[in-house]
């Protein structure tokens, strides 16, 4: 067990990382948001400099410690989470030889589909190919070219001397894991969206079938370790740059699904959570892997004892509201902007939030976000009300497959994280949109919470990560019951939603 008796917890985002420090009481004792940037460019480039996110990690400490002075000295771990599906390739000191392509990043469609595809195809897929990677891997990657696979792929083709020069590719996380105590280490989480893992019980790890039938190399790939393990302390040089001790033991930690899906609380298996933050996913644990080819989402390890974590995907959520809140000449704050939108009205427009393509049910990357009916008495309070809804009606179009699969359930209150769950209207609207009480508490601080987590054991403070977890499902700050009359208007939006998003999927090449 580690000295100290303060666990700092850093989840690093798309704009920016949240810290947080926590007590054995998985109380926040002291929170800090850093931001960092995000290069977007045509043609689908999101990337980061992987030093950005280290010097806003430096950052948040030294506030911390300004804030609260001696509580970094009585820091017993560090752990992190982080967005995932990202590439950085780094040479073997680790120094990243280009920027991260992260995860919003589709340049590498194309050689995905070149990847999955051929004939013969179901659903895009070639049938060979996919009856080998369904039993392995429990699943293969998505037609929109997000996925590491897809990128590494991309880098081979595109610039295939830094390919030769790349030692390791590294998740998010990992590099930050490196950074910190000199391993080439990740979690099962990310190595499961690689698909290049085999995720069947007994037989974890990284699979030499798939590796071969893709042309994928597993040499440039890191240990995958048990998001609850101690990679190490602090490096000298790391330890000086956060103002932590050198002997602080560094938890591996895991990506944002895990973290998230500890810090909502909803455990228990079938149990379901919501995210909305830059993009949205509905989630949750399952006894056993779940698959849905045709909807596109399915169970991963998730990074605590490789238990099944189901993650149905969308790409655009908070980002949606972020962009409508600029081009209306406000701050993108989602709490401040999309505070007092007004009456909900029968005749307001139609936000579909598809600005990164989309994932789930459909997968394709090619759609893209639509203002539809505006006439000229809406005003910016109906298109701030359509985008509210936009979201919340995305996601429960993901939620209704969810839904459908065996031992999911469908009772009792669903908690809602991220940052969009910090905006009571949004909230409400999801609470509509679904016709289920919705709870909110620590909404922000999930992830980081549920990162915290994963060091409760090596802290000495819980058994196990899944007794840490059930820890954090009282924290419920305010809950959301449908509204009678709001349910039948948003009811009858939505059947009008669907006739148009049916349309608007086939104007895009493919079938809702």
């Not at 370790?225 to 033991?249: H, S």
């Not at 401040?336 to 307001?348: A, I, M, P, R």
């Not at 919340?392 to 497959?401: T, V």
């Not at 016709?435 to 922000?444: D, I, K, L």
Request: with cysteine; glycine share 10%.
């Amino acid at each position: 067990m580690s000295r100290g008796e303060l666990v700092i917890a850093a989840d690093f985002g798309t704009s920016s990382v949240k810290l947080g420090v926590v007590d054995a009481g998985l109380q926040l004792l002291s929170r800090r948001v850093e931001a960092y940037p995000l290069q977007l460019a045509s043609g689908g480039v999101a990337e980061q400099r992987p030093e950005d996110w280290w010097s806003a990690l430096a950052r948040g400490l030294s506030a911390i410690e300004a804030d609260l002075p001696g509580t970094l000295s009585r820091a017993g771990a560090l752990v992190f989470s982080a967005q995932m599906c990202g590439v950085t390739c780094v040479d073997k000191d680790g120094t990243p030889l280009r920027p991260c392509i992260i995860w919003q990043d589709i340049r590498a469609a194309n050689i995905a589909r070149d990847l999955i595809g051929g004939f013969p195809e179901v659903l895009g897929y070639n049938i060979p190919r996919l009856t080998r990677w369904i039993p392995i891997a429990n699943g293969a990657p998505a037609k929109n070219g997000m996925d590491p696979i897809a990128k590494m792929h991309f880098l081979m083709r595109n610039e295939p001397d830094l390919w030769k020069r790349t030692y390791r590719t590294l998740d998010v996380k990992d590099w930050l894991l490196h950074r910190a105590t000199g391993r080439f280490v990740t979690t099962a989480d990310s190595a499961n969206l690689t698909w290049l893992m085999d995720t069947r019980p007994g037989r974890e790890g990284w699979s030499e079938a798939l590796s071969k039938m893709t042309g994928t190399p597993l040499d440039k790939l890191p240990e995958i370790v048990d998001g609850t393990e101690v990679v190490g302390t602090l490096t000298p040089r790391a330890a000086a740059e956060l103002g932590l001790p050198a002997d602080l033991a560094v938890v591996a930690g895991g990506g944002d699904v895990t973290a998230t899906a500890l810090g909502s609380g909803a455990v228990a298996d079938g149990a379901l959570h919501l995210c909305i933050s830059t993009s949205a996913w509905v989630s949750g644990f399952f006894p056993k892997r779940i698959l849905s080819v045709p909807h596109s989402y399915a169970t991963v390890c998730s990074s605590a004892g490789y238990r099944p974590l189901l993650i149905a995907t969308q790409e655009s959520a908070g980002s949606a509201l972020e962009w409508v809140a600029k081009l209306m000449g406000n701050p993108p704050e989602v709490a401040t902007f999309f505070g007092d939108v007004g009456q909900w009205k029968e005749d307001d427009p139609f936000v579909i939030p598809w600005f990164a393509g989309e994932r789930v049910p459909v997968d394709n990357e090619a759609l893209r976000g639509v203002i539809h009916g505006l006439s000229i008495d809406h005003d910016r309070q109906a298109v701030a009300r359509a985008a509210l809804e936009g979201v919340a009606l995305n996601l429960r179009w993901a939620y209704e497959s969810v839904a459908k699969k065996p031992g999911v359930k469908l009772d009792g209150p669903m908690p809602l994280v991220g940052g969009g769950a910090a905006n009571p209207v949004l909230a409400q609207c999801v609470a509509d949109a679904l016709n289920r009480e919705v709870v909110t508490g620590e909404s922000r601080f999930a992830g980081v919470l549920g990162t915290a987590a994963l060091a409760a054991p090596e802290m000495g403070w819980d058994p196990d990560v899944w007794h840490a977890a059930r820890r954090l499902a009282d924290r419920v700050t305010a809950r959301y019951e449908p509204l009678p009359g709001r349910r039948e208007q948003i009811e009858r939006r939505y059947a009008k939603l669907a006739k148009l998003r049916k349309a608007m999927v086939k104007s895009y090449g493919s079938a809702a």
